[in-house]
Nanobody
Framework: QVQLVESGGGLVQAGGSLRLSCTASGSIFTLNAMGWYRQAPGKQRELVAR???????YSADSVKGRFTISRDNAKNTVYLQMNSLKLEDTAVYYC????????WGQGTLVTVSS
């Protein structure tokens, strides 16, 4: 069983930066990929970025060039560096891990203000 703990959300002005962290514990050797999703009010949850065990990454078009996903295997942690934040980036961000099962974090709120 895998548990995910997220941190790093908060309030930031448009154009600013935040870094989200997601630390996995438990049966992490079963994980194939970890990623970040987000859900804005009234919208469906969407994939923001993903990184595989081998280090391959994917980012949604809406965040390319602004967000970077990375991982520190020694710390079992995945990061989402978010730069040039826009109002439309406001959402609850969820960490996600895919292995024998799919695991979700509790979510962390990112609010971008004008």
């Amino acid at each position: 069983q895998v548990q995910l703990v997220e941190s790093g959300g908060g309030l930031v002005q448009a154009g600013g930066s935040l870094r989200l962290s997601c630390t996995a514990s438990g049966s992490i050797f079963t994980l194939n990929a970890m990623g970040w999703y987000r859900q804005a009010p009234g919208k469906q949850r969407e994939l923001v970025a993903r990184i595989t065990r081998g280090g391959s990454t994917y980012s949604a078009d809406s965040v390319k060039g602004r967000f970077t996903i990375s991982r520190d295997n020694a710390k079992n942690t995945v990061y989402l560096q978010m730069n040039s934040l826009k109002l439309e980036d406001t959402a609850v961000y969820y960490c996600n891990a895919v292995g024998s099962v799919v695991v979700w974090g509790q979510g962390t709120l990112v609010t971008v203000s004008s």
